[in-house]
Nanobody, 122 residues
Framework: QVQFVASGGGLVQPGGSLRLSCAPASGFTLGYAIGWFRQAPGKEHERVSCMNFSSRLTYYADSVKGRFTISRESAKNTVHLQLTSLQPEDTATYYC???????????????WGQGTQVTVSS
């Protein structure tokens, strides 16, 4: 199973932005679709967004729709998640994984690699 590494997190004020990146372990490709998850302390994980590279369909959770944007940078074998208008409730560790994806649904997974912490606080 390919492991993915998420990066780009940090501390940001409410209303701020961050760009997260997801890359596969060395020697592997992104596969056919990538999804982003997040998990806050004491809470269940949440499916945030995914992109199907073949159909180019994307999915967003209602909680992030209009604020987050997923994209693929093929030359760098990387998927990005642009986070804007961040709020304290977006604080979580963000992970990425290979999952089924279409415009209405995102597959679930617990097979996460290294996550990246996003903290939104004033």
């Amino acid at each position: 199973q390919v492991q993915f590494v998420a990066s780009g997190g940090g501390l940001v004020q409410p209303g701020g932005s961050l760009r997260l990146s997801c890359a596969p372990a060395s020697g592997f490709t992104l596969g056919y679709a990538i999804g982003w998850f997040r998990q806050a302390p004491g809470k269940e994980h949440e499916r945030v967004s995914c992109m199907n590279f073949s159909s180019r369909l994307t999915y967003y959770a209602d909680s992030v729709k209009g604020r987050f944007t997923i994209s693929r940078e093929s030359a760098k074998n990387t998927v990005h998640l642009q986070l804007t208008s961040l709020q304290p409730e977006d604080t979580a560790t963000y992970y990425c994984a290979s999952v089924p994806c279409d415009a209405q649904n995102m597959g679930d997974s617990r097979d996460w690699g290294q996550g990246t912490q996003v903290t939104v606080s004033s």
